[in-house]
């Protein structure tokens, strides 16, 4: 695939990219000490995505730090992959708008996760003091041709990398894993970028860009019991665990351990209906909620 920097980055408006920073934040929230200058690395952060009440909007992200009185900043997580002429208006109203309700977020910075140096995002002398004191503004496609000092940025690299590249920066993500947990966590993650990026492949395809082998996947605590002795699995069958994991695993760290009973109706959901789940996460609030999405589908 030809394709510059520039072009990867516009490119992902198409793509689901808000389930893609969710699931990254959900799954590894110390990476904004990567990302936020003055944050120390032993800093600790929890993610969510909370609604500010009575304005009919929700964060992308909002990241705290777990040690009460720590004196970290609360880090508010932005994205914008596409122009938008009134972004920074309403990107502070927002922000504003959150703070009123929340006092105790005074002390706080943004991040603000830029596709391309090109996108169009409006008039920002009204908020230049603002933009150079508290914004971390990162422009994703400065990351490609980028020797990265922490491995977990490879992530945020692999979303523009051109589709060549796309197997070296995966596999770079993958080879920083120190353990089995954090490799499984850091392969759900890649997969789904892959797959949004190259849709065309199979899992398994997927899988021999990444240099897996069938037998390294059954050592994983999650694909134990689900890979049985190197049998291919059909391509809806595949795309089926694929988006099942991936709901799991965001529902898990939402609400911890989820009731046997939600369990297995989440498990023998259609691919269709696993999609569609995903596309509401951010919107369940509570088991109810999401027992009553279950009932209704």
């Avoid at 995002?121 to 003091?129: N, R």
């Avoid at 492949?201 to 021999?208: K, N, S």
């Amino acid at each position: 695939m030809n394709a510059n920097p520039r072009s990867q980055a516009d490119n992902l408006s198409g793509m689901k990219t808000d389930k893609l920073f969710y699931a990254i934040f959900a799954t590894l929230p110390d990476l904004v000490t990567d990302l936020v200058e003055g944050i120390p690395a032993e800093a600790r952060y929890r993610f969510s995505a909370p609604v500010v009440k009575a304005q009919e909007f929700r964060l992308d992200g909002l990241l705290e730090p777990i040690e009460e009185n720590s004196g970290y900043p609360t880090v508010f997580l932005e994205a914008q992959m596409q122009s938008d002429r009134g972004f920074y208006s309403r990107y502070f109203a927002e922000l504003f708008g959150y703070i009123r309700q929340h006092p105790e977020a005074s002390n706080w910075r943004r991040l603000l996760l830029i596709g391309s140096r090109s996108l169009d995002l409006g008039e920002e002398a009204s908020f230049g003091e603002l933009l150079r004191g508290r914004v971390e503004r990162l422009y994703l496609e400065d990351l490609v041709g980028r020797s990265l000092s922490s491995s977990r940025l490879h992530l945020l690299k692999l979303l523009v990398v051109p589709g060549a590249a796309t197997g070296e920066t995966a596999r770079a993500v993958l080879s920083a894993a120190e353990d089995e947990v954090t490799f499984e966590q850091l392969l759900e993650l890649v997969e789904a970028i892959v797959a949004s990026k190259l849709p065309q492949l199979e899992i398994e395809e997927i899988h021999q860009m990444l240099g897996i082998a069938t037998e390294d996947l059954k050592r994983t605590r999650f694909y134990q019991g689900a890979v049985e002795e190197g049998e291919k699995k059909g391509r809806q069958e595949g795309r089926q665990e694929g988006e099942l994991a991936v709901v799991i695993r965001l529902l898990t760290r939402r609400f911890g351990l989820l009731p046997e009973g939600l369990l297995i109706q989440i498990q023998v959901l259609s691919v269709e209906q696993l999609e569609a789940l995903t596309d509401v996460l951010l919107d369940v609030d509570s088991l109810a909620t999401l027992e009553a999405w279950l009932q209704a589908g």
